[in-house]
């Protein structure tokens, strides 16, 4: 079944560029019913979607982090990537990354990224 | 895009049933029939209970049903039991598939 893995450094510094890699596996991500997004939750909060991106590379991000979000995509390595620039300690939260169409599923298990110098 | 509103918790005896809310506006909840229920446990990934309001995927027991009036949903779960206890999102599709917009959570305690 389809499979989803995060991947990247769990340390960022303030003011640097967080960067994740989802690895899809058991399906392509080349396929035309589906987006590709990324979810956050902070510590003890709920969740707050960040951005999709379908495989042609249309993106579509939440509006209060539009400015500093870019996703993109590489269909080649069935993969999907996050970068989250100029990073605060109010970025600290596990991501998850996410299939979705009018909902998103399957999850991947998620990783935890905190902010600290 | 506003999350959508849930009780903050509910609780419950085993074998009682209870409903979670989720209250949203017409160009959500209310205009859509796609919202969608998640379970999550700590330190593990939301799993998806119901989908499309009312549907279950396959390996969700029957005890988890899903239901919506104008721009309120709700997840009802009975003869609860101890697994039960977790916390519980919805969400909504608002108009694109790039448009998710999620509730605020609520925690389920059983008694």
């Known amino acids: 079944q389809l499979q989803l893995q995060e991947s990247g450094p769990g340390l960022v510094k303030p003011s640097e560029t967080l960067s994740l890699t989802c690895t899809v596996s058991?399906?392509?991500?080349?396929?035309?019913?589906?987006?590709w997004g990324w979810i956050r939750q902070p510590p003890g909060k709920g969740l707050e979607w960040i951005g999709s991106i379908y495989y042609s590379g249309s993106t579509y991000y939440n509006p209060s982090l539009k400015s500093r979000v870019t996703i993109s995509v590489d269909t080649s390595k069935n993969q999907f990537s996050l970068k989250l620039s100029s990073v605060t300690a109010a970025d600290t939260a596990v991501y998850y990354c996410?299939?979705?169409?009018?909902?998103?599923?399957?999850w991947g298990q998620g990783t935890l990224v905190t902010v600290s110098s | 895009q506003s999350a959508l509103t849930q009780p903050r918790s509910v609780s419950g005896s085993p074998g009682q049933s209870v409903t979670i809310s989720c209250t949203g506006t017409?160009?959500?909840?209310?205009?859509?029939?796609?919202v969608s229920w998640y379970q999550q446990h700590p330190g593990k990934a939301p799993k998806l209970m119901i989908y499309d309001v009312s549907k279950r995927p396959s390996g969700v027991p029957d005890r988890f049903s899903g239901s919506k009036s104008g721009n309120t949903a709700s997840l009802t779960i009975s003869g609860l039991q101890a697994e039960d206890e977790a916390d519980y999102y919805c969400?909504?599709?608002?108009?694109?598939?790039?448009?998710?917009?999620f509730g605020g959570g609520t925690k389920l305690t059983v008694l």
């Open positions: 017409s160009s959500d909840v209310g205009g859509y029939n796609y």
């Open positions: 058991g399906g392509s991500i080349s396929s035309s019913s589906y987006y």
């Open positions: 969400c909504s599709y608002a108009g694109s598939y790039t448009d998710v917009v």
């Open positions: 996410a299939r979705h169409g009018t909902e998103p599923d399957p």
